[in-house]
């Protein structure tokens, strides 16, 4: 069964978010690797193909429901902050913006009732709980330690474990 053509644009619109998404974390990797923190580097290589792979479910779903799947542009993400805690909040708040757009296709699949939409989107609900409580307890261990050299190569070595 088809899903409706608000529903088709919606899940597409979120495909391109995921991809932004992990464009945005590819970016951040790549700016820890330059600042040699290979440990927050690593954690955000790992991020970025958790979206990619949230984008390839969103994918999947629009071909399972027969629909078609638009592969959008992606947006340039930043290229530098002034340190480690500012990226992590950057990422903390991403996470939150991203959990309101899966909210709104929750909206959307409720009012709609379209059930399957909406049990697809269960997962992705618990997901983003997940990604705010664990880029928001990174950001609370700065806010914790400070945000000094020692600190900041205690984080990166735990996050290197990942």
Excluded: C
Aim: proline residues 1%.
């Amino acid at each position: 069964m088809k899903i409706s053509d608000s529903m088709r644009e919606a899940i597409n619109e979120q495909i391109k978010a995921e991809f932004d998404s992990a464009y945005i974390y590819l970016a951040m990797s790549a700016y820890f690797k330059s600042s040699g923190l290979d440990g927050m580097a690593h954690w955000m290589k790992k991020q970025y193909k958790e979206e990619v792979e949230h984008a390839e479910k969103f994918i999947d779903y629009l071909y399972e429901r027969g629909e078609r799947v638009i592969i959008p542009d992606i947006a340039k993400p930043k290229e530098s902050y002034s340190d480690a805690l500012e990226v992590f909040k950057t990422a903390y708040a991403h996470e939150q913006y991203v959990t309101s757009r899966i909210y709104k296709l929750v909206d959307l699949a409720v009012s709609e009732k379209d059930y399957a939409t909406q049990s697809m989107l269960k997962w992705f609900v618990d997901e983003q709980m997940e990604e705010e409580d664990n880029t928001g307890s990174i950001v609370a261990k700065f806010e914790l330690l400070g945000n000094d050299k020692h600190s900041v190569y205690m984080i990166d070595r735990e996050l290197a474990s990942r």
